[in-house]
């Protein structure tokens, strides 16, 4: 498959439990950030988004929590399966009004059944 | 319904030439958005393109030109190629480019410069 990033951070888990992803954003003025996965050989997927006038949202599986104050956004997958091994990346945008996103280098996890 | 489809999958080129890139969008989105992804640089964002019209542009020389025709499709041009634009090119498209939106990428072209 494709190779979206050498060297990337990596987070190992095992099927069945939680996973947390990390990503410091750039512009305390951005104020909208979107997290993706992204497989091999495939193009990145929208998984969860979050406006920065909330702190936390939610979706299936999924959670995403912004600290504002420090610039940290991270991504909760509940009950990690083997299929969300992937590149997780984020991205940010809105900052001074433009809606040029930034993206995050990413995380790759991967899940041991 | 169809999902973002980009043409070729993959191109092999020589340093000095060009190449264009095709990208269609899901049905009835009117926004294309190109991006740049590299093991180096990671995902970049190239340019965005509404009705026909670049709204948003990255930090990229003007080798790097796009445009899009009145059926939302979109093809993206690199002139003077150089071996660092090899790289996966994604197309992503959306019903809009205000926040917030959903992007729906494609499989991206693998292009490689020798």
């Known amino acids: 498959g494709e190779s979206v990033g050498l060297h990337l951070p990596t987070l190992s888990v095992q099927e069945g439990d939680n996973s947390i992803i990390n990503c410091a954003y750039s512009n305390s003025a951005s104020d909208y950030f979107i997290w993706y996965k992204q497989e091999s050989g495939k193009g990145p997927q929208f998984i969860i988004d979050?406006?920065?006038?909330?702190d936390k949202r939610q979706g299936q599986r999924v959670t995403v929590l912004l600290n504002k104050t420090v610039k940290h956004l991270s991504l909760q997958i509940a009950a990690t399966q083997p299929g969300d091994s992937a590149v997780y990346f984020c991205a940010e945008k809105g900052a001074g009004g433009s809606y040029i996103p930034t993206f995050g280098r990413g995380t790759s996890l991967i899940v041991h059944p | 319904k169809a999902g973002v489809t980009q043409t070729p999958r993959y191109l092999i080129k020589t340093r000095g030439q060009q190449v264009t890139l095709s990208c269609s969008p899901i049905?009835?989105?009117?926004?294309v958005s190109w991006y740049q992804q590299t093991p180096g640089q990671g995902l970049q964002f190239l340019f965005e393109y509404f009705s026909e019209t670049q709204r948003n542009k990255g930090n990229f020389p003007g080798r790097f030109s796009g445009r899009q025709f009145s059926n939302s499709r979109s093809e993206m041009n690199v002139s003077t190629l150089e071996l660092g634009d090899s790289a996966l090119y994604l197309c992503?498209?959306?019903?809009?480019?205000?926040?917030?939106?959903?992007?729906?990428f494609g499989p991206g072209t693998r292009l490689t410069v020798t």
């Open positions: 049905s009835g989105h009117r926004s």
């Open positions: 979050i406006r920065s006038n909330m």
């Open positions: 992503a498209s959306s019903l809009a480019f205000e926040v917030p939106y959903e992007q729906y």
